[in-house]
C-alpha cells in the first residue's frame, strides 16, 4: 500500500511540475522607492500609449478574473507624482487595459512602468514593462504562479531576491 501511495504521489508532483511549465512565470523586477499603496481604480492616467493583455496562471494558461493591477510610472517631466497611478483589475476573460502617456526615461534607464500583480491563490509578482521607443500600444501579458507551501520564499515584500 505505501508504494501504491508513494507511486501516485510522485505522479502528482510530475503533472504538477509538467503545468508549471506551460505558461512561464512573469519575471520578478524590484518595487524600487516610488510605490505607495492606495492608487485610486482607474484606467486611464493618460493619453497616447495603450498598456494591454490577460493576467494567466503558469499552471495551466487558464486566464485570472479579478487580479489586482497597481500601476505607476514617471510623468513627462520625469517625476513619479499621484497623476500617474492607477489600480485596474482584470475582468472576467484575464484581461486588463489602461490608458497613459508614454513615460519618458527615467535615472538614466530605459523608460517603463511598474506594475504589482495580485490575486486570490496566486502569488503575486512584481514587474516592469518596457515600452518601444515610438511604440503607442502595447500587449503586456502576466503570469502568476498559484501559491505553495514555498509561498513568499525567495523574495521579500518589496520585490528584492532574498540571500
Known sequence: MGTIIKLMLLLLLAGEAGA????????WAEIGPFYRQGAPVR??????YQLSGTVKSSADCSL??????????????????????ATIYSDRQGRYRLSTSFPPPYGGGRSHIH?????????????????????????????????????????????????
Open 64 to 85: 485570472i478574473a479579478g487580479a489586482k493591477i497597481e500601476i505607476w510610472h514617471v510623468g513627462s517631466n520625469g517625476q513619479y507624482d499621484d497623476t500617474h497611478r
Open 20 to 27: 508549471a511549465l506551460k505558461c512561464q512565470p512573469t519575471e
Open 115 to 163: 506594475l504589482v500583480v495580485d490575486a486570490r491563490g496566486f502569488d503575486g509578482v512584481i514587474t516592469q514593462h518596457y515600452p518601444r521607443v515610438g511604440a503607442k500600444q502595447a500587449k503586456f501579458d502576466i503570469v502568476l504562479i498559484p501559491e505553495s507551501a514555498d509561498s513568499g520564499k525567495g523574495h521579500d515584500p518589496l520585490g528584492r531576491r532574498l540571500p
Open 43 to 48: 484606467s486611464s492616467i493618460g493619453k497616447g
